[in-house]
């Protein structure tokens, strides 16, 4: 591992600043994923400017009825809040389906959002990889597929964003506040992140120094109903092959609104607007909810080694939504 | 490059000189000869280095000893109470919880940790799948329930079925 100093950050602006000054700096958060990455060798900075204990770590309600959630709260502390579990049952869910009890008490909010793919060739610095060593090819286009994307995807890179917790926040329409040194900005969640094209190494929109600050979560509608559903190859612990975040309101057997998010399928949470515009104003029935996961997937371009997830998503769509139009809401 | 911290082990103030690099297992086993801490697979995938660090239970694999200094830890040498073994231990031995042994410490601290998070009325995969409002009060840990919250601790031997009744008699 190469050598690396260490500074904590004692303010937001000090850290952002610490970064500005370095181009080889990194924010470090809970640590589950980058020190891993030092130790593999996947990224070298010279300096780790620690924010998990930037005074971030607060959920607080906010006047339109939403919830703020502080970067640095802690992926256990949020699951377990109350507030989250009674208005976002969706994002408790998502967490809860995410890494294990001991990876969940160190991670971070703002950490979770920036991880980065778990492509096994992303990971093994003896292999090539357009993501990790631009310009070096992509070993998955002829390797292990299990875990790549069906969607969203290019020749450059087909690596799946492995976040569960992303997934809710997208089809909660979770917007991310981040602070740079040019002042503080908003985005809606799912702009931070960003498809690959042929800059598969830039995962999100943020430039160096930008630093998440929050994530603002929007009051639902009223009546609405939500759930992760999460597909994977053991019970628990384990990557998504395939998951599913759905906010769902049916009103008189009709779709009133209706938000979803797909994980494990694509670089980023994958907002599923295809699906969600077909449904809008329809009867809330089975065969519309299979229509409109069919029309969602005939973008979708599997490699030979995951074609199963085009069916196991649209199954996995269905039987999500099935389940939100069948029950009493919560 | 170096610096200075201190951590409190097992009721102990230790202080010690560490490059940047050291993650707290390499700490406690290298530096401070707290062996009890295993690594196992050192990415954060097995739960063999699990100890509790201001009373949660973490991978100590995936932390930086500087990024925790001042830091109040437990391992598995610090559950037991002088002499008499924690409850957990004791279970573990009756119900013959292990076969090799090396997931063992990782194993309790993390039912620790776990045992602690039911009473505090954290909810887990299983609690939030149900219908309906559930908490705030200390969860009931059915079988499945153990399971799901103890996922980050494999055991290569297979002695789960053993493990699972260990912690569900001390749980009850």
Same mark, same amino acid.
């Given at each position: 591992?190469?050598?690396?100093?260490?500074?904590?950050?004692?303010?937001?602006?000090?850290?952002?600043?610490?970064? =500005?000054?370095?181009?080889?700096?990194?924010?470090?958060?809970?640590?589950?994923?980058?020190?891993?990455?030092?130790?593999?060798?996947?990224?070298?900075?010279?300096?780790?400017?620690?924010? =998990?204990?930037?005074?971030?770590?607060?959920?607080?309600?906010?006047?339109?009825?939403?919830?703020?959630?502080?970067?640095?709260?802690?992926? =256990?502390?949020?699951?377990?809040?109350?507030?989250?579990?009674?208005?976002?049952?969706?994002? =408790?869910?998502?967490?809860?389906?995410?890494?294990?009890?001991?990876? $969940?008490?160190?991670?971070?909010?703002?950490?979770?959002?920036?991880?980065?793919?778990?492509?096994?060739?992303?990971?093994? !610095?003896?292999?090539?990889?357009?993501k990790r060593a631009p310009g070096s090819g992509c070993a998955a286009l002829h390797g292990y597929q299990r875990y790549h994307a069906i969607l969203g995807g290019s020749p450059e890179c087909v690596a799946t964003h492995p976040s569960d917790m992303a997934v809710a926040m997208a089809a909660l329409d979770a917007r991310v506040l981040v602070r740079g040194p040019g002042g503080e900005r908003g985005l809606a969640l799912t702009d931070l992140h960003r498809l690959p094209g042929d800059e598969p190494w830039r995962d999100t929109v943020l430039a160096?120094?930008?630093?998440?600050?929050?994530?603002?979560?929007?009051?639902?509608?009223?009546?609405?109903?939500?759930?992760? +559903?999460?597909?994977?190859? +053991?019970?628990?612990?384990?990557?998504?092959?395939?998951?599913?975040?759905?906010?769902?309101?049916? $009103?008189?057997? +009709? !779709?009133?609104?209706?938000?979803?998010?797909?994980?494990?399928?694509?670089?980023?949470?994958? +907002?599923?607007?295809?699906?969600?515009?077909?449904? $809008?104003?329809?009867?809330?029935?089975?065969?519309?909810?299979?229509?409109?996961?069919?029309?969602?997937?005939?973008?979708? $371009?599997?490699?030979?080694?995951?074609?199963?997830?085009?069916?196991?998503?649209?199954?996995?769509? !269905?039987?999500?939504?099935?389940?939100?139009?069948?029950?009493?809401?919560? | 490059? @170096?610096?200075?911290?201190?951590?409190?082990?097992?009721?102990?103030?230790?202080?010690?000189? #560490?490059?940047?690099?050291?993650?707290?297992?390499?700490?406690?086993?290298?530096?401070?000869?707290?062996?009890?801490?295993?690594?196992?697979?050192?990415?954060?995938? &097995?739960?063999?280095?699990?100890?509790?660090?201001?009373?949660?239970?973490?991978?100590?694999?995936?932390?930086?000893?500087?990024?925790?200094?001042?830091?109040?830890?437990?391992?598995?040498?610090?559950?037991?109470?002088?002499?008499?073994?924690?409850?957990?231990?004791?279970?573990?031995?009756?119900?013959?919880?292990?076969?090799?042994?090396?997931?063992?410490?990782?194993?309790?601290?993390?039912?620790?940790?776990?045992?602690? @998070?039911?009473?505090?009325?954290?909810?887990?995969?299983?609690?939030?799948?149900?219908?309906?409002?559930?908490?705030?009060?200390? #969860?009931?840990?059915?079988?499945?329930?153990?399971? @799901?919250?103890?996922?980050?601790?494999?055991?290569? &031997?297979?002695?789960? %079925? %053993?493990? /699972?009744?260990?912690?569900?008699? /001390?749980?009850?």
């Amino acid at each position: 591992m190469k050598p690396f100093d260490y500074r904590r950050a004692q303010d937001v602006s000090g850290a952002v600043a610490l970064l =500005s000054a370095d181009p080889q700096a990194a924010f470090l958060g809970g640590g589950t994923n980058l020190v891993d990455h030092l130790r593999l060798g996947v990224v070298a900075p010279g300096l780790l400017v620690d924010v =998990s204990r930037l005074p971030l770590d607060r959920i607080e309600p906010l006047e339109d009825g939403g919830v703020r959630v502080g970067a640095t709260v802690r992926n =256990s502390d949020l699951a377990a809040d109350p507030l989250i579990r009674e208005r976002y049952p969706v994002l =408790s869910q998502a967490l809860l389906a995410g890494a294990s009890g001991q990876l $969940r008490n160190l991670a971070t909010t703002g950490g979770n959002l920036l991880q980065r793919t778990r492509c096994v060739y992303f990971q093994d !610095v003896s292999t090539p990889c357009n993501k990790r060593a631009p310009g070096s090819g992509c070993a998955a286009l002829h390797g292990y597929q299990r875990y790549h994307a069906i969607l969203g995807g290019s020749p450059e890179c087909v690596a799946t964003h492995p976040s569960d917790m992303a997934v809710a926040m997208a089809a909660l329409d979770a917007r991310v506040l981040v602070r740079g040194p040019g002042g503080e900005r908003g985005l809606a969640l799912t702009d931070l992140h960003r498809l690959p094209g042929d800059e598969p190494w830039r995962d999100t929109v943020l430039a160096h120094a930008e630093l998440i600050t929050a994530v603002d979560l929007p009051p639902l509608p009223a009546g609405a109903r939500t759930r992760y +559903r999460k597909v994977r190859d +053991r019970a628990s612990y384990a990557f998504a092959l395939v998951s599913v975040a759905a906010v769902l309101v049916v $009103r008189d057997g +009709r !779709v009133d609104d209706v938000r979803i998010a797909l994980g494990g399928v694509a670089p980023k949470p994958w +907002r599923a607007v295809v699906a969600e515009r077909a449904l $809008r104003g329809g009867p809330a029935t089975e065969a519309n909810f299979r229509r409109a996961a069919e029309a969602e997937l005939a973008a979708a $371009r599997p490699l030979d080694g995951n074609a199963f997830k085009v069916p196991l998503a649209r199954n996995t769509l !269905v039987a999500t939504l099935r389940e939100l139009a069948g029950g009493t809401p919560r | 490059m @170096e610096a200075d911290i201190t951590l409190r082990v097992n009721r102990e103030t230790r202080w010690l000189t #560490v490059d940047t690099r050291t993650t707290l297992l390499d700490a406690l086993r290298d530096r401070l000869g707290v062996t009890g801490p295993k690594k196992g697979c050192d990415h954060g995938q &097995c739960g063999a280095c699990t100890i509790l660090l201001g009373g949660r239970r973490v991978n100590s694999c995936l932390a930086l000893a500087v990024q925790h200094d001042g830091g109040e830890i437990t391992t598995v040498e610090g559950l037991a109470d002088g002499p008499d073994l924690h409850p957990l231990q004791r279970s573990f031995v009756r119900h013959d919880g292990f076969q090799c042994g090396y997931c063992t410490p990782g194993q309790l601290c993390s039912a620790v940790g776990m045992l602690a @998070e039911a009473r505090a009325g954290w909810p887990s995969a299983v609690t939030a799948d149900q219908e309906g409002p559930v908490g705030p009060g200390p #969860v009931a840990l059915s079988e499945a329930e153990i399971k @799901e919250r103890m996922s980050g601790n494999l055991c290569r &031997c297979g002695a789960y %079925a %053993a493990i /699972v009744p260990a912690i569900a008699e /001390v749980a009850r």
